[in-house]
């Protein structure tokens, strides 16, 4: 057991006006199995590159451990799988990679393939193993879980919990509460650490912001009482020095000393007041607000949305799926199913209208509006100013929203491709809830999207009930929105 300790931590981005961390002090335990947790924007991935050492700070980050990042970049992926486990740890007995590859469900013959051909499960897999078998490391696990279907994130979870000695950064709340047994969280104003998982950190979050909530109410009455204060003094003291003037038979000299005791003296008390009514103004630093969202979904007038029967979709020479049939009527929220690379984006696409490769019958309803977020923001450039007007949707509505998913002010004059990959995916998000549609076609829109705002996003579902098709891995989610499944 060692601790990774971190003082007085200060650092911005030279193209930032504020600080992402102001001496920011706190240890970790180099057993522990962490969960790091916090809103887009807040400075998660950040935290891990100065770990990493990638920029320059004040402050200190002392370690006995190698810090090792995943997901880990693989420059030649034409290589074969075992000549990249090599580059990355040839300290490694055959045993050991053999016995990580049982428990991550991985057959053996995958080392003597290039490394490409394998799929994204498998990928992220064959890294963990490999980075898990260095000796000394400590790990930053970057959502690994990205792009994985149910069955593949509950194998990297029974991995993990076997496992210590990392930080994980995931908004899967399911995922976090299988695994870690502490929290670091990057609150609005500092930085916190608990004993628990995932739901005993929001349980103490609760209880901390129904307090606060309540210790609002009492301070809003505090601070009126203590602006009326300051008014009036500032009024006495007023009074006073108007007395000098315009009155006869009266010492001016005596006046003009009493005046200006007086207004010394309603000065000091205004200045305690003042800052009596900035420090309880303070007080509330740590809410996290969450504001609730609002859709304007269509009602279809009859029949169903989307019928489809028979349907095979092929890439290339190969067959992804066939022989699915289903429909989509009025208030259906549907979530398509299946293991990685069964064809689930594909599906996605060609219901949105894009030319996918089919056979079968696959009818959508005349006149139908459809909205439709894609898997992938990576495409996203410019200005939300010029997103708004390319897409057609009213600037001050989306900006609104983007405000309610806890957005800056002062991210609206950045460029969308300077945003965190949670940032762009709230991009796409709140450009489809500007739409008003007869049906909502969303592809993995919870990707890199924090705790907070996937509650929000759940509650404005369950509140409008629009028509929805989806693919989301996040189970939580799954449970409380999906009222049809597509199993492909």
């Known amino acids: ?74 420059e030649d992926k034409s290589h074969t799988t075992i000549d990249i486990i090599d580059s990355i740890n040839n300290s490694y007995e055959v045993w050991e990679l053999n016995r990580e590859l049982s428990l991550l469900d991985v057959d053996q013959d995958v080392l003597y393939r290039p490394f490409e051909t394998l799929s994204n499960g498998e990928q992220t897999k064959v890294l963990l193993a490999a980075l898990f078998l260095k000796e000394q490391n400590f790990l930053l696990l970057d959502e690994p879980t990205n792009h ?9 979870a029974e991995y993990l919990k076997k496992k210590k000695g990392f930080i994980l950064v995931s908004h899967d709340r399911d995922f976090l509460d299988k695994i870690i047994d502490h929290v670091l969280s990057v609150n609005k104003t500092n930085i916190d650490i608990i004993r628990g998982n995932f739901s005993d950190w929001n349980q103490k979050k609760e209880r901390e912001d129904n307090f606060e909530t309540a210790e609002n109410e009492k301070l809003k009455k505090d601070i009126n009482r203590l602006k009326q204060a300051a008014k009036r003094t500032s009024s006495w003291s007023e009074k006073t020095e108007e007395s000098k003037f315009g009155t006869k038979g009266v010492d001016r000299g005596f006046l003009g000393h009493k005046s200006a005791k007086m207004m010394k003296k309603s000065k000091s008390i205004e200045a ?45 020479d190969k067959i992804l799926f066939e022989g699915v049939d289903f429909s989509v009527r009025n208030g259906d929220r549907a ?115 924090d705790v907070i705002s996937r509650i929000q996003i759940e509650e404005l579902i369950l509140n409008y009930n629009p028509t929805l098709i989806y693919v989301e891995h996040d189970s939580a989610f799954n449970r409380k929105i999906a009222t049809k499944i597509i199993n492909l």
């Open 148 to 156: 994985l279907d149910e069955e593949g994130k509950e194998t990297i």
């Open 1 to 74: 057991m060692s601790l990774i300790d971190i003082k007085n931590l200060t650092f911005s981005y030279e193209t930032s006006f504020e600080n992402i961390f102001e001496d920011v002090s706190f240890q970790i335990d180099t057993d522990w199995k962490l969960g790091f947790i916090g809103r887009n924007g807040r400075g998660k991935t950040t935290l891990l590159n100065l770990l990493l050492g990638k920029y320059d700070y004040r402050g200190k980050i002392s370690a006995s451990v190698t810090f090792d990042y995943f997901p880990f970049e693989v």
């Open 272 to 316: 305690r007041q003042n800052k009596a009514i900035e420090e309880k103004s303070g007080l509330l630093k740590n809410i996290e607000t969450a504001e609730n969202l609002k859709l304007h979904p269509m009602v279809y007038p009859k029949g169903s949305l989307v019928d489809v029967s028979d349907l095979s979709i092929f890439y290339g």
């Open 335 to 449: 979530v398509i199913k299946g293991k990685n690379g069964s064809g689930k984006s594909s599906l996605i696409k060609l219901l949105a209208g894009e030319e996918i490769p089919h056979m079968g019958f696959i009818k959508t309803g005349s006149g139908l509006t459809i909205s439709y977020v894609p898997q992938d923001a990576s495409f996203l450039s410019g200005t939300l100013n010029s997103f708004a007007e390319d897409r057609g949707i009213n600037e001050t509505l989306f900006k609104s929203i983007l405000r309610k998913l806890d957005f800056d002010r002062g991210q609206f004059d950045k460029r969308i491709d300077e945003y965190s990959e949670g940032q762009k995916k709230k991009v796409l998000l709140a450009g489809s809830l500007c739409e008003s549609a007869h049906l909502y076609i969303w592809d993995e829109p919870l990707n890199f999207i």
